[in-house]
């Protein structure tokens, strides 16, 4: 044995002798690597990004670009923090980010898809052990966790080719397809995730993928193949399910993830069939009109046992146990899904029953929980703030999108008892709205207010405004009004269109309060009986009374605050002081100086009043402030007319 | 007689032929200064040397036998005398001798050297022992045990491997472009002792002169077929073979043989025949010599025992330094340390690589892509017994069944991670193998 020199390296199981290398066969390799099957992916991925910058503009770009630094960075940094080799350049991340960015709105602000990238990359691949290793499809993953935490955001739809100024736009899905034509969904041109809506431009980059072998056509095929049948079961339009939401983008690009989804072909084929059955079970019986991301991930879940259940019978070799191998796993994954289908179902038939109006799916579920009965649509047209009706044992429900703050649509549920008293109103979308300072207007405490009323309501009486979010305000108190017309039958076609911000647009109601409860309000003034008065009042004052003992003065005085008139009841004492100041009407953004601050400073005094000298206004109010000060002033006038 | 075009196919990968020798006429090569026979060149036992330094021998001479069923006889390649008897390693890592002798460049041959009178099965065999006969596609199995089967055991097939999916190896190639007499005595001899029904020659589609000229030559011959065979690799090992030509399957634990089929190769019933016809043991073998480093590739006929060095010399010396060097094929082939190994029965190539074509790329992590069990040719995972290995879970292994692994390499070789994969289905079946030993 001649001529063995010592090794001068080890290098994994290659051994370099001084001078020939001596591995272990093969001693050749296959040209293509990780980072070339990501590259391919890349490739495949481009036609829908170019639709998705066509469709929704530079902004798009900036998602993905975003998305995909952030995950590059995020891989960078915890690859290096673990202590493990630096996987960057495999461009893994890269498509990741781009997937990731693929399943966000366009509207997404950046730092949200930024937590997703942290969500795909750090908690979903790297903790579980980096490339291979992770059971969940990262950007499925970040998107539903993104879904749930900003659904607002998540869920804010733009339609295509509006650029900057972002017009919401339902996904075709949610609005059950009845304002997209079949072209429309097949280039793209409806609302949706930045990457999911172009359909041609999926399926040219899938077909790449199976051309270049990186993926194979079995899932895909056998995703959109399950959808496409269930759909026909359902009878729910198969071709605009197959191009909508994101399907195709699913079937493409993420069931076909090589680390979470089955290595066998029979297994790829019962996880393709799985993926299109729970995504349109969703769809159909679900809540959610989307389901894609639910039942992949959902699928991922069951790929060990699939993969266990479909191994190969070795060609010449042993056939697998079966009672471990096969019949184990496949029990278990039957029960798993038929558990699983027999809640969605189940669930279903405890909140709703079949309808087949205009109303989606979710509005007529949430419809139900609100009346806590089954509801159905009754057909008709109301006009363009309502959407529909819906009746029910417990009352009827009236969908509503009136508008709020610069022409966006407030999207909400008004839900009524039998006799028209309201019994709930909920905001459903209101991502359309800049949020107000302070109190959100959906919360419990404003919506709360139009609870067990009733008839026109109006803004600053029965129901009091968000602070800075006066339009909103106003266009939820006009969107209630039109539901309550709506239900009652009182077909009112255009009144989403009063929520104009004119000075003087609830003055009708305003005075008509005064009028009809004016009086209401005297007694607890004037205790001891009182009679109205008549003189050369300024025009502003439109009633008076004194009480019997002549000791006290009320009047009845309309002034202009900043979005409406103000309509107090300024009493005076004989002695010509201020005995007290109540607003009864007000237009105004804050309730605030309605109240003690303002009023209290009027009480015992002799005017006249100045802001700024002998009253402090009200912080955010000062029009509204000198508003009321011009009407305690001109009550103190018509008081002094009556002295002469 | 019909075409038959190979439908079936197991997986497999689709390797870069680069069968750059195909159109070489072999050459014989002049003889060398000193030949080194080792005493093992077959899978069997390891025979004694017949002869002791300062013996004269002369071509043909038998020089190594021992008393033994799984022996092979040896044969010196040249005439002259024995110089030394050297301790020597064979790269699967068996100990023997190695007999070195020193040529007087006459060539006499042995006075022994003489047609086989064949009468019989049992003297068919006797003869096939003496020729010294081994597989000459890569293996060397004792050709006489494998054709000495059991008479209850119904064989009726005799497919002869022609396949050649290695790349770069044309040995075969040049033997049916050369010696299609041979190719087609042989085989009819064979059928003939050993009553055999029918041969099958498979041919891959790569080698179009070849499958025309086969299917001229046994055109009359209607129990000699010729089945084209897709040119994937590794449609040349056995059981692949043995499925794309006949579709039987050999079940694990089996020999073909057990299936009623004998595969031989294309060389090796040649190489038979021409024994019976001259009864010049094998000493002499096509070597293909190609690789990026060699001057002149080329198909050479080298003598048993001739060092690497000495065939490269003869096929025009290394043109840039060589850092890896093969015998076999890229994907079987066994990497030798040392240019003076010398050439054994069951070489059919050496092929030199610079360091650029013999880089083995870094393994990165396992995408989990599927691509390795995709191309296993006999369905295993690989990927998931990688994992057992490195676990050391012998259970696992074995529920994977391991021990199918035909060692083709396709897995390591398609793998986009370039896990080295093949390499440790190796090691798992020695550690399989060790602790059932024990
Ligand atoms: S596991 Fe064995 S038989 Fe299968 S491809 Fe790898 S080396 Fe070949
Ligand atoms: S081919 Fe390589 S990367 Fe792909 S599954 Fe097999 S071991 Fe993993």
């Not at chain 2, 050459?27 to 002869?51: E, F, R, S, Y």
């Not at chain 2, 040995?171 to 009819?188: T, Y």
Request: aromatic share 6%; glycine share 10%; with cysteine.
């Amino acid at each position: 044995m001649s001529g063995v020199n010592v090794p001068a390296e080890r290098k994994g199981m290659t051994v370099i002798l001084e001078k020939l290398i001596v591995s272990a066969s093969p001693h050749i390799r296959s040209s293509n690597s990780t980072q070339k099957i990501m590259l391919d992916v890349l490739i495949g991925l481009s036609p829908a990004l170019i639709a998705s910058v066509i469709l929704f503009g530079y902004r798009a770009l900036i998602v993905t670009l975003t998305c995909v630094v952030s995950s590059v960075v995020f891989e960078y940094l915890c690859r290096k923090i673990m202590k493990r080799d630096n996987t960057i350049a495999d461009l893994s991340a890269v498509v990741t980010g781009v997937l990731l960015a693929f399943n966000l709105p366009v509207t997404i602000p950046l730092w949200i898809a930024c937590i997703g990238s942290f969500v795909a990359i750090v908690v979903v691949k790297q903790l579980f052990g980096g490339i291979g290793q992770n059971f969940a499809n990262p950007a499925i993953t970040a998107r539903i966790v993104l879904l749930i935490s900003f659904s607002g955001h998540m869920t804010k739809w733009v339609s295509p080719f509006s650029g900057a100024d972002a017009v919401t736009s339902p996904t075709p899905l949610s609005t059950g397809f009845t304002d997209v034509s079949l072209l429309d969904l097949v280039t793209g041109v409806h609302g949706g995730c930045l990457g999911e809506t172009c359909a041609i431009a999926l399926i040219l980059g899938g077909v790449y993928l199976m051309i270049r072998r990186v993926i194979d056509f079995s899932t895909p095929l056998a995703f959109i193949g399950a959808a496409f049948l269930w759909a026909v079961i359902f009878d729910a339009e198969p071709l605009y399910q197959l191009f909508s939401g994101g399907l195709l983008l699913g079937a493409f690009f993420m069931a076909t993830d090589y680390s979470t989804s089955p290595i066998t072909r029979l297994g790829k084929v019962i996880f393709g069939l799985g993926c299109g059955t729970v995504t349109m079970f969703i769809r159909h019986f679900g809540s959610y009109p989307e389901g894609v991301s639910f039942a992949i991930l959902f699928m991922n879940i069951l790929v060990p046992y699939i993969d266990r259940a479909t191994a190969l019978k070795p060609f010449g070799g042993k056939k697998m146990r079966v009672a471990r191998d096969i019949v184990k796993p496949t029990v278990t994954l039957i029960v798993i899904v038929m558990c699983i289908s027999a809640a969605v179902v189940g669930t279903y038939n405890l909140t709703k029953e079949e309808s087949t109006g205009s109303l989606s799916q979710e509005v007529l579920s949430a419809a139900e929980e609100m009346l806590g009965a089954p509801v159905s649509e009754v057909p008709g047209t109301y006009g363009e703030t309502v959407n529909g009706v819906m009746t029910s044992e417990n009352g009827k429900a009236v969908s509503v999108s009136p508008v709020g703050y610069s022409g966006g649509k407030i999207e909400m549920l008004v839900a009524f008892d039998p006799d028209y008293v309201i019994r709930e109103v909920r905001i459903l979308d209101i991502s359309t709205q800049t949020p107000g300072i302070g109190q959100p207007v959906d919360s419990p405490e404003f919506t709360g207010q139009f609870v067990g009323k009733s008839g026109n309501l109006t803004a600053g009486t029965d129901v009091d405004i968000v602070t800075g979010a006066t339009a909103t305000s106003k266009g939820i108190i006009n969107g209630v009004n039109a539901a309550s017309a709506a239900a009652q039958g009182i077909l009112d076609g255009d009144s989403s269109d009063s929520s104009s911000e004119e000075p003087d647009t609830t003055a009708s109601a305003t005075s008509s309060f005064v009028e009809q409860s004016a009086e209401d309000v005297l007694p607890g003034l004037l205790k001891d009986g009182y009679a109205e008065i008549s003189g050369q009042f300024p025009a502003e004052v439109e009633a008076a009374w004194k009480s019997a003992d002549e000791m006290l003065y009320s009047f009845s005085v309309r002034t202009q605050g900043y979005w409406g008139d103000i309509v107090s009841l300024i009493t005076i004492h004989a002695d010509g002081s201020v005995a007290d100041v109540t607003v009864l009407a007000q237009g105004e953004s804050s309730a605030k100086f309605t109240e003690e601050p303002l009023t209290g400073q009027f009480t015992g005094k002799n005017g006249p009043f100045t802001v700024g000298e002998n009253i402090d206004a009200v912080a955010g109010a000062t029009v509204s402030s000198t508003g009321l000060t011009q009407a305690v002033n001109l009550a103190l006038e018509a008081f002094a007319s009556l002295a002469e | 007689m019909a075409i038959v075009k190979g439908k079936r196919s197991l997986p497999g990968v689709r390797l870069a032929h680069r069968k750059n020798t195909q159109g070489f006429q072999t050459q014989a090569m002049p003889v060398p200064d000193t030949v080194k026979i080792p005493m093992c060149q077959h899978m069997g036992a390891v025979c004694q040397p017949l002869v002791k330094p300062g013996d004269t021998v002369y071509v043909g001479q038998k020089i190594g036998e021992v008393d033994h069923p799984r022996c092979v006889p040896i044969h010196s390649s040249v005439s002259g005398t024995v110089t030394a008897l050297e301790d020597y390693t064979t790269y699967s890592g068996v100990v023997c001798k190695a007999v070195v002798i020193q040529t007087d460049q006459q060539q006499t041959p042995d006075p022994s050297v003489a047609p086989p009178v064949l009468t019989d099965k049992a003297s068919f065999i006797r003869a096939v022992y003496e020729s010294g006969m081994v597989g000459l596609g890569g293996a060397g199995f004792p050709t006489h045990l494998k054709l000495n089967f059991q008479e209850d055991l119904h064989v009726d097939a005799l497919i002869i491997n022609g396949a050649e999916c290695e790349p770069y190896i044309t040995a075969d190639h040049r033997e049916f472009l050369e010696h299609p007499e041979d190719i087609v005595e042989g085989i009819q001899k064979v059928l003939h002792y050993l009553g055999i029904a029918k041969a099958y020659i498979g041919i891959e589609t790569n080698k179009p002169d070849a499958i025309r000229l086969m299917q001229e030559r046994t055109a009359s011959l209607p129990d000699i077929q010729i089945i084209p065979l897709c040119s994937v690799y590794p449609q040349g090992a056995e059981k692949v073979l043995i499925y794309a030509a006949t579709g039987r399957v050999i079940e694990a634990g089996t020999i073909p043989v057990q299936a009623g089929v004998i595969v031989m190769n294309v060389c090796t019933v040649s190489q038979l025949n021409r024994y019976f016809r001259t009864g010049m043991p094998l000493i002499s073998r096509r070597v293909t010599v190609d690789g990026d480093c060699i001057g002149q590739p080329k198909n050479a006929e080298v003598l048993i025992g001739s060092s690497i060095q000495d065939v490269v010399d003869f096929c025009g010396g290394f043109r840039q330094e060589p850092k890896k060097v093969l015998m076999g094929g890229p994907m079987m082939g066994v990497a030798v340390y040392d240019l003076h190994t010398p050439i054994i029965k069951n070489n059919n190539a050496i092929l030199c690589f610079s360091e650029e074509a013999a880089r083995i790329p870094q393994e990165t992590a396992c995408i989990r892509c599927g691509k390795c069990s995709q191309v296993c040719p006999v369905g295993i995972m690989p990927r998931a017994l990688e994992k057992a290995y490195d676990a050391q879970n012998l259970d696992e292994l074995e529920r994977l069944q391991v021990n199918l692994c035909l060692n083709c390499g396709c897995c390591s070789y398609i793998c986009p991670a370039k896990r080295n994969l093949a390499q440790k289905n190796q090691l798992a079946k020695m550690l399989l193998r060790a602790n059932t030993k024990r």
